[in-house]
């Protein structure tokens, strides 16, 4: 072996290490996210089966996800018609709450409102009775 040879080696390990190190760091976060979350919480949840919001108690729950070697925190509540409901706790861009809210609004963003141009001859003047 080389000493060039060596160093390569060296410096490849170096950074495995700090690699390493960057996600015990973001392991450890996660963590204690978990951790710091209450066993039981009322929130607000989704329904997809009902198409309503609704607020529920949560249970968390914590799952492992295979995949990426992480564990996964929840929570699980059930809507007025006894419909499973989850909120992530961990990894809230695939939370259904908030894939349907940021949905919504932007359709909500598109409806004709009273000062806008063409409101009136769609709906009529409401208060001409």
């Known amino acids: 072996m080389t000493v060039e040879h060596l160093k390569k080696r060296v410096q490849e390990r170096m950074d ?3 690699q390493d190190k960057i996600k015990q ?5 996660r963590q204690k996210e978990i951790d710091e979350a209450p066993d039981t919480k009322f929130t607000d949840f989704w329904c997809d089966d009902c198409e309503l919001y609704v607020t529920a108690e949560g249970r968390k729950s914590i799952a492992n996800d295979w995949n990426n070697g992480v564990y996964i925190a929840f929570y699980i509540g059930n809507c007025p018609l006894d419909h499973r409901v ?42 001409d009775t």
């Open 16 to 18: 495995w290490r700090e």
């Open 25 to 29: 760091e973001r392991l450890q976060a």
């Open 86 to 127: 989850t909120r992530r706790i961990t990894d809230t861009i695939h939370d259904p709450y908030f894939k349907h809210f940021k949905r919504t609004r932007s359709e909500e963003a598109d409806i004709l409102q009273p000062d806008d141009y063409g409101f009136k001859t769609l709906y009529g003047n409401q208060l």
